[in-house]
């Protein structure tokens, strides 16, 4: 069965660069989630989109942004990295209409040096 | 958002042991959600619990709610060692998943 992708599985940034990571959800999934692990942290709820619209918004800083494409997939844009910023970055998807629980990506690491 | 708790907040015990974690939260949930992270990996769903079910199994898995607690527990019988990862609740309120803290669990060989 398909799983939620992500990519890339692996980012190096410098401080104050700018990131781009990509989620594809399960097929026919309407809902998309954000979240960030930091090193021994728990995952933290970022944002979500429900039908390509943000549904919900956790602690995600003002220099990144979010969106969800026509054909489902979402991007997380992250600019003016800093340090902190290192963490694995977790997507999920799930289908509301069928209260399914989420389904999450392998995530992407990112590491801002 | 987080607003769950779930004790204990890391949990040993041997191997072939039950292994049970508590979750709590503050609102009031459409159905509450058990999902175990191994290292690095994403987090995996173990199990949903309906608001209208007192008691859930699958397979070692058994899952108690109880909303007028607002608690759920999370009971894994005769564990093995690759049991041993993190484990969360998350509780859907209207569409919005409110999480726990997350329980360590540690089985020793």
């Known amino acids: 069965a398909a799983g939620v992708i992500q990519s890339p599985r692996h980012l190096i940034k410098e401080k104050r660069e700018t990131a781009t990571l990509k989620c594809y959800p399960i097929?026919?999934?309407?809902?998309v989630y954000w979240y960030q692990q930091g090193p021994g942290q728990d995952p933290q709820f970022l944002i979500s989109f429900y039908e390509k619209m943000q549904s919900d918004k956790g602690s995600i800083p003002d220099r990144f942004s979010a969106q969800q494409f026509s054909d489902y997939h979402s991007e997380l844009n992250m600019s003016s990295l800093e340090l902190g910023d290192s963490a694995l970055y977790f997507c999920?998807?799930?289908?509301?209409?069928?209260?399914?629980?989420?389904?999450f990506g392998n995530g992407t690491r990112l590491t801002v040096t | 958002s987080q607003q769950g708790e779930e004790d204990p907040q890391a949990l040993s015990i041997q191997e072939g042991e039950n292994a049970t974690m508590n979750c709590s939260y503050k609102?009031?949930?459409?159905?509450l959600q058990w999902y175990r992270q191994n290292s690095g990996r994403g987090l995996v769903h173990l199990i949903l619990?309906?608001?209208n079910e007192r008691e859930k199994h699958s397979g070692r898995l058994r899952v108690t709610l109880d909303t007028s607690k607002k608690s759920s527990s999370l009971l894994i019988t005769a564990s093995r060692a690759a049991d041993t990862a993190s484990y969360f609740c998350a509780g859907d309120s209207n569409y919005q998943l409110i999480w726990g803290a997350g329980t360590k669990l540690i089985i020793k060989p």
């Open positions: 097929p026919r999934h309407d809902t």
């Open positions: 619990i309906r608001s």
């Open positions: 999920a998807s799930s289908s509301r209409d069928r209260e399914s629980p989420l389904h």
């Open positions: 609102t009031s949930i459409n159905n």
